[in-house]
């Protein structure tokens, strides 16, 4: 791509304490930017100062929200090197949800492309403490000026670049998990397997009602018979009942977790029993009940590997492995994150260094 580059006359001061940085906060100096117009295909790419849109009120996402994002995380490593994990396959999940939302695909390599050139621009932005990285953001939303519900003839594309620390407050200790008896997050034949705005704009009601009881978020029911479990917002979610691992089938209304995946291919490489399958609440509780659940955890690129030390459901409620890290869990951990910040030896072939 020839990408056009405009560097801020402005930049912004950098944050000097990491360990405040939180999630999703504050945004690096560039962004990247892309255009799609019928007949035209995408165009236009280029890096630009950080900004606000100015947009239409017709401006189609305000009203019908036909809109796709991705999530990745920059790593900067012990020896200044910059990577990335697994980019391809954000690239390869933002093709199909733009597939289900009838926004146009771009190339993979041109996603790629984007995204490396935004990182190695604002490289400074990669923080440098244990536990933080650059959470990079790209979306793409419909700008038509037309209240037809149709799909768009025009598209903004954009990548945005947010310096982070852990995602929820509580950090690598376990998180407390409400079961969501009445709302549903995505139905069969819905959108629940793509990363589109609207599934999470479904899930807020609950997840604000769960932190009111003092739960960290809530853990989802298949939206036909809330029955079977399903993920939690912002991961999926594992289980170690009688030692084997088991987590909810991907059936078209859970999202595909590009960390979900990696874990999986780990686990079945050490040797342990994996099963994707339908998993009740029943079965669940019941197994917390009888002490066959060893270990509960969620994986998200936000969350990376994040134990469940409580989960309440109705009115059943069960404390995980007395409510502390598990060793399953633990491993899984430092083995992502080692990879991902250079401290383990890339075996599985992973990471896209940036920068060296
Ligand atoms: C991610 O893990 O990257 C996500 O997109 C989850 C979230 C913060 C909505």
Same mark, same amino acid.
């Not at 190695?120 to 536990?131: K, M, R």
């Given at each position: 791509m020839d990408i056009r580059i405009e560097l801020t006359q402005n930049p912004k001061a950098k944050p000097t304490d990491e360990s405040k940085l939180g999630f999703g906060r504050i945004f690096s100096d560039h962004?990247?930017?892309?255009?799609?117009?019928?007949?035209?295909?995408?165009?236009?790419?280029?890096?630009?100062?950080?900004?606000?849109?100015?947009?239409?009120?017709?401006?189609?996402?305000?009203?019908?929200?036909?809109?796709?994002?991705?999530?990745?995380?920059?790593?900067?490593?012990?020896?200044?090197?910059?990577?990335?994990?697994?980019?391809?396959?954000?690239?390869?999940?933002?093709?199909?949800?733009?597939?289900?939302?009838?926004?146009?695909?771009?190339?993979?390599?041109?996603?790629?492309?984007?995204?490396?050139?935004?990182?190695?621009?604002?490289?400074?932005?990669?923080?440098?403490?244990p536990e933080t990285s650059l959470y990079l953001r790209p979306f793409v939303f419909a700008t038509d000026e037309h209240l037809g519900v149709h799909a768009s003839k025009t598209y903004q594309y954009a990548v945005i670049a947010a310096p982070s620390g852990c995602y929820y407050p509580e950090g690598i200790n376990p998180v407390r998990i409400y079961v969501e008896s009445r709302d549903v997050r995505a139905v069969r034949g819905g959108t629940g397997y793509t990363k589109c705005g609207g599934n999470y704009a479904a899930s807020i009601r609950a997840g604000q009602i769960a932190e009111d009881r003092g739960y960290t978020q809530v853990l989802?029911?298949?939206?036909?018979?809330?029955?079977?479990?399903?993920?939690?917002?912002?991961?999926?979610?594992?289980?170690?009942?009688? /030692? +084997? %691992?088991?987590?909810?089938?991907?059936?078209?209304?859970?999202?595909?977790?590009?960390?979900?995946?990696?874990? !999986? @291919?780990?686990?079945?490489?050490?040797?342990?029993?994996?099963?994707?399958?339908?998993?009740?609440?029943?079965?669940?509780?019941?197994?917390?009940?009888?002490?066959a659940l060893e270990e509960a955890w969620g994986t998200g690129t936000a969350a990376v590997v994040s134990p469940i030390g409580e989960m309440a459901w109705d009115e059943r409620?069960?404390?995980?492995?007395? /409510? +502390? %890290?598990?060793?399953?869990?633990?491993?899984?951990?430092?083995?992502?994150?080692?990879?991902?910040?250079?401290? !383990? @030896?890339?075996?599985?072939?992973?990471?896209?260094?940036?920068?060296?």
């Amino acid at each position: 791509m020839d990408i056009r580059i405009e560097l801020t006359q402005n930049p912004k001061a950098k944050p000097t304490d990491e360990s405040k940085l939180g999630f999703g906060r504050i945004f690096s100096d560039h962004m990247f930017l892309m255009n799609y117009t019928d007949g035209i295909g995408w165009h236009d790419p280029r890096i630009v100062p950080y900004g606000p849109f100015m947009l239409d009120p017709a401006c189609m996402v305000l009203h019908y929200a036909q809109e796709v994002f991705e999530g990745m995380k920059a790593y900067r490593t012990a020896d200044g090197t910059i990577q990335l994990f697994r980019p391809y396959e954000n690239a390869r999940r933002f093709a199909a949800s733009c597939e289900r939302l009838c926004v146009p695909q771009m190339d993979e390599d041109m996603f790629v492309e984007g995204i490396t050139k935004l990182v190695e621009i604002d490289q400074d932005w990669v923080p440098y403490s244990p536990e933080t990285s650059l959470y990079l953001r790209p979306f793409v939303f419909a700008t038509d000026e037309h209240l037809g519900v149709h799909a768009s003839k025009t598209y903004q594309y954009a990548v945005i670049a947010a310096p982070s620390g852990c995602y929820y407050p509580e950090g690598i200790n376990p998180v407390r998990i409400y079961v969501e008896s009445r709302d549903v997050r995505a139905v069969r034949g819905g959108t629940g397997y793509t990363k589109c705005g609207g599934n999470y704009a479904a899930s807020i009601r609950a997840g604000q009602i769960a932190e009111d009881r003092g739960y960290t978020q809530v853990l989802w029911l298949d939206g036909v018979e809330q029955k079977y479990i399903e993920e939690v917002g912002s991961m999926n979610v594992m289980f170690k009942i009688n /030692g +084997k %691992i088991i987590t909810p089938a991907l059936t078209g209304s859970v999202l595909p977790g590009i960390t979900r995946m990696s874990c !999986l @291919e780990l686990l079945r490489n050490w040797g342990y029993e994996v099963e994707e399958r339908l998993l009740s609440a029943e079965e669940l509780f019941d197994a917390a009940e009888s002490g066959a659940l060893e270990e509960a955890w969620g994986t998200g690129t936000a969350a990376v590997v994040s134990p469940i030390g409580e989960m309440a459901w109705d009115e059943r409620s069960c404390i995980v492995n007395e /409510g +502390k %890290i598990g060793p399953t869990v633990q491993k899984l951990y430092d083995t992502i994150t080692g990879i991902q910040w250079g401290k !383990l @030896e890339d075996t599985m072939d992973w990471i896209l260094k940036v920068t060296k």
